[in-house]
């Protein structure tokens, strides 16, 4: 491995390991486009979930009072159960037709919240509804690793506090990204040429995590509830210009 790939692979976990510790989430936004100059699809994806699963649980036990079973569960148990779901739903989904659907709407759905000053409270549908919206993002993260965000998308509609939101988000995220990596460890994804981008990203990951929390204690709940935004934004744009 040359210098430069080396130097690109730790740039890229350090930048992931700091939007997770900040937002509890987004590890892939930032890594993916980052290690892909180095490294194969499948090798960066590999890598992405593992440095997900690591920097989610080193910042986990800093909110683990948070973290309310009542509250999480009911989006857990049935986002693992749609994971399947989703991978069976990519033989009978057009790959453009759902990049274009999924970008416009966080897009669009971002702006409003930007732009809408006032504090939504959607009380409507209980546990029940938390249930559809965790099957539906377990759905959707396994058709196209988009697991947090229609949970992210629910938790800010709910009108919950900056630690609930990020509790429930954060804890989803972990199980199903944790199921992920288990995927493909079985499946032989975690092979020898993983080694040496494994040994300079953990570090990275672990000290970008530590400094994103650090800067998370210090957001407001307006600031944290904008970088949600700016984060389910840029993730529709990626959408949108993965369509060329």
């Not at 995220?173 to 040496?196: D, K, P, Q």
């Not at 981008?197 to 944290?224: D, H, K, Q």
Request: hydrophobic share 55%.
């Amino acid at each position: 491995m040359t210098a430069p790939d080396a130097l690109t692979i730790t740039f890229g976990a350090l930048a992931g390991g700091f939007v997770s510790g900040l937002a509890g989430f987004g590890t892939a936004l930032t890594t993916v486009g980052i290690w892909l100059h180095v490294l194969d699809p499948v090798a960066a994806a590999t890598l992405t979930l593992i440095c997900s699963v690591v920097g989610q649980v080193q910042t986990l036990p800093s909110i683990w009072r948070e973290v309310e079973p009542g509250r999480v569960l009911p989006f857990i148990v049935p986002g693992l159960l749609g994971v399947p779901f989703g991978v069976w739903a990519l033989n009978y989904t057009d790959p453009w037709a759902f990049k274009l659907g999924a970008g416009v709407f966080l897009i669009a759905f971002s702006i409003f919240m930007l732009g809408w000053r006032g504090q939504p409270s959607v009380a409507w549908g209980g546990r029940s509804a938390d249930a559809v919206i965790g099957l539906l993002g377990g759905v959707l993260g396994g058709m196209a690793g988009l697991s947090g965000a229609l949970p992210t998308v629910w938790a800010t509609l709910r009108g919950w506090s900056k630690t609930q939101k990020r509790s429930v988000f954060q804890a989803f995220n972990l199980s199903v990204l944790a199921v992920a990596l288990l995927v493909h460890v079985l499946t032989g994804r975690m092979t020898e040429a993983l080694i040496a981008p494994l040994v300079l990203a953990l570090p990275g990951t672990l000290i970008g995590a530590w400094c994103g929390f650090a800067a998370y204690r210090r957001l407001s709940e307006r600031n944290f509830g904008d970088l949600v935004m700016g984060l389910l934004m840029f993730s529709g744009v990626t959408l949108l210009f993965s369509l060329r």
